[in-house]
């Protein structure tokens, strides 16, 4: 085995989790970790901003609270895209009573997991979104 493929082997996805519920943010972190994921993090769309001019590394996705304190999460999302084109984007809400899609200026194509969710459908919508987004690149 070369080198590089040594390297591919121990690359692991990472997410980059937005969500103002520090809670959230720790069990997902664990829920990820076990399964395989790296994940930074931010809980406003400031620090969302902040977090992604300075991390160096690669981002393989972002996991993005719809309702944020200072922000709506699909414009936080866009903002976020402009800088980091690749990104594949997965939004969540435990928001049952609004429709994400509709009142969130999201598209039929954006992929939503609503809270709660258990760590196997954290994983699945991740890994669909990162081949999506390979997919159209």
């Not at 980059?16 to 993090?41: H, K, N, P, S, T």
């Not at 990104?87 to 609503?114: F, K, N």
Request: aromatic residues 6%; proline residues 4%.
């Amino acid at each position: 085995m070369s080198n590089e493929q040594a390297e591919e082997l121990k690359h692991k996805p990472v997410v980059f989790f937005v969500d103002d519920e520090d809670g959230i943010r720790l069990v997902v972190r664990r829920l990820l970790r076990a399964r395989g994921f790296d994940m930074i993090g931010a809980s406003s769309a400031e620090e969302a901003a902040e977090v992604l001019d300075r991390y160096e590394g690669d981002i393989d996705v972002v996991l993005m609270d719809i309702a944020l304190p200072d922000g709506w999460g699909g414009r936080v999302a866009q903002r976020l895209l402009a800088v980091r084109p690749d990104l594949a984007i997965v939004y969540t809400t435990g928001m049952v009573e609004i429709d994400p899609i509709e009142s969130g200026g999201l598209t039929g194509s954006d992929a939503v997991l609503r809270k709660p969710f258990t760590g196997d459908q954290l994983v699945e919508t991740l890994n669909n979104a990162m081949a999506s987004k390979r997919g159209r690149s």
